[in-house]
């Protein structure tokens, strides 16, 4: 990972230029971007993406059969382990946000193209806040790593930490997929058993999280299980 690194000054996603290019670049290829102009999150939400952020795309060409979101883990796992060894206590949110206290500090959107049942193309896109400004109005949601130092960092060189340490993770697990999983599980915020607090169509609800899996949570609300793609929680 990261021997082909390109820099881009201003596009608008990096996960769209390789949706787009895949086929020029070899897998492992890292597309890094300054400013993007549509910076997309999970579930068609936007994501800000101003000058001071590390916003770059990973591109993997599976030859293995191999889940997307394996990739996703090893993500979240191998930037929670590269802030920690930082000095920046944090937690993966599920499915895959990095968040400082009760604040996100990152994010990661990995997106598949498919040929036929096998995923041929895997395209995973992390976008952290580090020294840009975040706006007003996400202020009580979201934090930058420079916020929570309290001083710059240079992109260039956590850049590089991260993808050693995603390249490692990758590594690693790439033959047993479950103890990445477990990794995964013990480092997320919430756990199997614990009673949340979280949005329902609209509206906050109790329940208790029965099941973590890749793609979907199993939480009990009124004695009802229901199945979640999402988890907007409380975050405490
Ligand atoms: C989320 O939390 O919803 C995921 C955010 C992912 C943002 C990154 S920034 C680099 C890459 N390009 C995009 O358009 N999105 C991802």
Redesign the pocket.
Known sequence: IGDKIIFLPIIG????FLKENFDKFPSGTVVVAEV?T?????NN?T?V?PEGGL???ILFKPKKKVKPTFFTKAACVAINKALNQIGVENKIKWPN?IYVKAKKLC???TETIFEGQHPKVIIC???INVNNQIPEELSDKAVSLSQITGRPHDLKKLLKLLLTKINYIVKKYSTKPEALTRVWKERLMQKEGDEIRFLLDGKFVNGKILEIEDEFIVVEVDGKSLKLFSLDVIVT
Not at 13 to 16: F, L, W
């Open positions: 996603s990096t996960n769209d993007q549509k910076g997309r999150g999970r939400r994501w993406s916003w770059f795309s946000d994010g990661i959107l896109g992390i976008g």
